[in-house]
């Protein structure tokens, strides 16, 4: 699974063969902006909170159309999770179960 690491693909296979739930799993793949101090590079552990909640602009990052629309993509597919249990909805979508046989991750990336 690209970006995983083996700790991550391992969890995703047990819960998997435990659970009767489906398993998703997700790369946030979105460097934040630059922001005129040094910059951390790559994503990091925590910086998919502001797109997930929503906030982009509480930020002082210089966050792009296309981060505005990855935030809506994150929120919809959140939201979708809690009322579905699936992120993608109701309805088939791109982001499919992560199985042993068929390991998945669903990338969140900036589409520019």
Same mark, same amino acid.
């Given at each position: 699974?690209? *970006?995983?690491?083996? *700790?991550?693909? /391992?969890? +995703?296979?047990?819960?998997?063969?435990?659970?009767?739930?489906?398993? &998703?799993?997700?790369?946030? %793949? /979105?460097?934040? =902006?630059? $922001?005129? /101090? #040094? +910059?951390? !590079?790559?994503? &990091?552990?925590?910086?998919?909170?502001?797109?997930?909640?929503?906030?982009?602009?509480?930020?002082?990052?210089? &966050?792009?159309?296309? $981060?505005? %629309?990855?935030? $809506? !993509?994150?929120?919809?597919?959140?939201?979708?999770?809690?009322?579905? *249990? %699936? =992120? %993608? *909805?109701? #309805? +088939?979508?791109?982001? @499919?179960?992560?199985? @042993?046989?068929?390991? &998945?991750?669903?990338?969140?990336?900036? @589409?520019?």
């Amino acid at each position: 699974m690209p *970006g995983m690491q083996p *700790g991550e693909q /391992r969890f +995703a296979e047990v819960r998997d063969s435990l659970s009767t739930h489906s398993t &998703f799993l997700y790369l946030f %793949n /979105r460097p934040l =902006p630059i $922001d005129g /101090r #040094k +910059a951390l !590079e790559g994503s &990091f552990h925590s910086s998919e909170l502001w797109y997930v909640f929503h906030t982009l602009d509480r930020s002082w990052r210089p &966050f792009t159309e296309g $981060d505005y %629309n990855l935030s $809506d !993509e994150m929120l919809d597919a959140w939201t979708n999770f809690c009322k579905f *249990g %699936n =992120p %993608n *909805g109701d #309805k +088939a979508g791109n982001w @499919k179960p992560s199985t @042993k046989e068929s390991p &998945f991750v669903f990338e969140f990336k900036v @589409k520019e």
